[in-house]
């Protein structure tokens, strides 16, 4: 079946400009995860959703971040004014739900912030 | 809180030679414990997982790992390294009550000569 898929698989956009990425998840799985891969901070968690709800938003670098997930599926991962610090691979998983112990990733989405 | 130490960022092996990927974790309770694989460009692939059955796990391609309490290890062995298994390798500690979010080990890079 379709595994997880996110767009746009890169982005470049000016330092001071707004981006959003887009995860959809496996058909079916509850839960969602938003993690972050860079070159000096490895792979961090930023977010997870249960349904349409945040339990969790403590790895969300500042509040230039943002996420939301509407009918317990899509979610959209919004920067706003980015940084270069904000160059970034972002990474979106899925599981069928919080408490399931496999996370399915998406091949990422390739930010760069110029 | 949780943290994964994985020892050796870059590992060289033969072909056909025993591939050990050492990973350390830190928790107050007994964990979910997991191994990841990134290919060039590519999202994270599981590996294999351990969630408090079987302290040896068998995964994919060859790969298995054992939780060793006593040692707070998960290590990852495969007998026979071959040409493919080049690729970087993360090993990953999780908590139920943490809604199973991954903390991830900063990952090492297996690199295969022929």
């Known amino acids: 079946g379709a595994g997880v898929s996110q767009s746009p698989s890169n982005k470049v956009t000016e330092k001071g400009k707004d981006v959003e990425l887009r995860c959809d998840p496996i058909?079916?799985?509850?839960?969602l995860y938003w993690y972050r891969q860079s070159l000096g901070q490895g792979l961090e968690f930023l977010i997870y959703f249960q349904g349409n709800s945040a339990p969790d938003k403590s790895g969300l670098p500042s509040d230039r971040f943002s996420a939301e997930r509407t009918g317990g599926s899509v979610s959209t991962l919004t920067i706003q004014r980015t940084q270069q610090e904000d160059s970034a691979v972002y990474l979106c998983?899925?599981?069928?739900?919080?408490?399931?112990?496999?996370?399915?990733f998406g091949p990422g989405t390739r930010l760069t912030v110029t | 809180a949780q943290s994964v130490t994985q020892l050796g960022s870059h590992v060289s092996v033969s072909e056909g030679a025993l591939v050990l990927l050492r990973c350390n974790y830190s928790?107050?309770?007994?964990?979910?414990l997991f191994w990841y694989v990134q290919y060039p460009n590519q999202g994270l692939q599981l590996l294999l997982k351990y969630t408090s059955a079987a302290t040896l796990v068998k995964g994919i391609n060859g790969f298995e790992a054992e939780f060793k309490k006593s040692e707070t290890s998960f290590h990852l062995t495969k007998p026979s390294a071959h040409m493919s298994d080049a690729a970087e390798y993360f090993c990953a500690v999780s908590l139920m009550e943490y809604g199973n979010k991954l903390v991830f080990g900063a990952g090492t890079i297996l690199r295969v000569k022929s």
């Open positions: 998983a899925s599981s069928f739900d919080s408490g399931s112990y496999e996370q399915y």
């Open positions: 928790s107050s309770v007994p964990p979910y």
């Open positions: 058909s079916g799985h509850t839960a």
